[in-house]
């Protein structure tokens, strides 16, 4: 057999199995066009309601009531957004919630910290029982503290203040059994060997437990702040000053108007809205190189 025909049938070898590869390749990529395509479909879905109270809020009054409604603006004006900054402090508001839910994610985040670290890695007498009954008080209804909450709150002089409205969250059962689980994912060997070379407690938790754990301690900051900036009981019941209530008080005060103005309300729901889905996307992209941080050894 000569070289030529040898090196035909190598290129027929190949072109065959660059064929083969290629047909073996379509229904995986189909597939993964189709899930693509699901998840996309399930997105707007959820999205859907968002998306069109951001609509709404661009509408005039009478285009909202027309029927059907349209989804869409034929004429986008910022009319409504005008008449929300107008007839309230829609800033203040934005402003004290913002203040209060950092608040809350800070002393969470030190009290938590502190807390799970001592449960997952210190060793005292009647450890198992103590977190027990730590954890036992994720049972006790928020609504049976709301009563000695105020009256201690009230006693202090903290109504009408950013400590009234932060200071009663900041310790949070939760917050430390989740801490507690991410801390004890982190080998045993680690505090020993930190123990062995001198290390101090808080050295180690600082610089070994604390950027192993980021991706924990994120998600306990997103949840309270997301939980702080939602609460509408609370912050009504201990602010009496116009400017010292929060978004979700404020926004009340469009929907309880004589006449209620949709395109109004949907301002107002959308200019609260906004920096919370600012924040669930940052904060999904901390969570994400927080579980991919340690991934890979070497």
Do not use: H
């Not at 070379?197 to 309270?224: C, N, Q």
């Amino acid at each position: 057999m000569s070289a030529a025909s040898v090196g035909a049938e190598a290129r027929a070898g190949v072109r065959s199995g660059t064929v083969a590869r290629i047909q073996a390749r379509r229904p995986i990529r189909w597939s993964r066009v189709g899930r693509y395509l699901l998840l996309a479909i399930v997105s707007l879905a959820v999205a859907f309601p968002i998306l069109l109270a951001f609509s709404y809020s661009f509408m005039t009054e009478r285009e909202i009531a027309t029927s059907p409604p349209p989804i869409f603006p034929a004429a986008p004006t910022l009319d409504n957004y005008a008449r929300v900054i107008g007839s309230i402090p829609i800033f203040r508001y934005l402003l004290n919630s913002f203040l209060a839910s950092s608040l809350v994610v800070i002393g969470q985040l030190l009290t938590a910290t502190l807390a799970a670290f001592a449960f997952a890695f210190l060793d005292f007498r009647g450890k198992p029982l103590i977190f027990l009954l730590f954890i036992s008080t994720m049972m006790v209804p928020w609504e049976a503290t709301i009563i000695p909450n105020y009256l201690t709150i009230r006693t202090l002089g903290w109504l009408d203040s950013y400590q009234g409205l932060s200071v009663p969250f900041m310790a949070s059962a939760f917050g430390t059994f989740l801490l507690r689980q991410s801390f004890l994912q982190l080998p045993r060997d680690l505090f020993d060997a930190a123990v062995m070379d001198g290390a101090s407690k808080f050295r180690f938790l600082w610089w070994i437990v604390v950027p192993l754990s980021r991706a924990g301690m994120a998600t306990l900051a997103v949840y309270a702040f997301l939980s702080t900036w939602n609460q509408y009981f609370w912050p009504l019941l201990i602010t009496n000053q116009p400017l010292m209530r929060t978004t979700q008080v404020g926004i009340a005060q469009l929907r309880f108007e004589e006449t209620l103005r949709w395109g109004n309300l949907m301002a107002g729901v959308s200019m609260v809205v906004l920096p919370t889905l600012l924040l669930l996307v940052l904060g999904q992209l901390q969570l994400v190189r927080g579980l991919t941080a340690g991934a890979v050894k070497g």
